[in-house]
């Protein structure tokens, strides 16, 4: 991963049964609410899942830089949805080895949250840390 990706941490993935997972990508905050780059979603970010929807996208453990797991790809996101406090993704690992037993066992644990990664030209932030748009 290079100096420059910027890393967006959701809430706690939870184990919703079978190798389901769920939980927020993105948690939405307010100009009090501020990530470790002093920025924030909220509920206008314009995410342009209309030109890169993140349904089908796949889901990796560490981004794809664990050095045993690799960019092994655990399953794909099934469910995105837009909510008052911030979008809710679902995925349904694969479970086929024991890597991907191991990670869902750290799921249903509390152990693991979502994450989103942007390079930094991809992202439109106001004067006051709001995204404004990602993706573009």
Avoid: C
């Avoid at 024991?98 to 249903?108: K, W």
């Amino acid at each position: 991963m290079t100096n420059d990706t910027l890393i967006y941490y959701g809430g706690a993935i939870k184990a919703l049964g079978g190798g389901k997972i769920g939980g927020y990508l993105v948690s939405f905050g307010s100009p009090d609410e501020r990530d470790l780059h002093g920025q924030y979603f909220d509920e206008t970010t314009d995410f342009m899942f209309d030109d890169y929807p993140i349904v089908g996208e796949p889901v990796l453990y560490q981004h794809g830089y664990d050095e045993t797991i690799g960019a092994k790809r655990l399953g794909r996101v099934t469910k995105m949805e837009k909510r008052p406090i911030g979008i809710w993704v679902e995925s349904q690992l694969k479970l086929r080895d024991e890597y991907e037993r191991a990670i869902y066992q750290m799921v249903e644990d509390g152990v693991f949250s979502w994450s989103s990664g942007a390079e930094p030209p991809s992202v439109d932030t106001d004067e006051n840390g709001q995204i404004i748009v990602t993706g573009k």
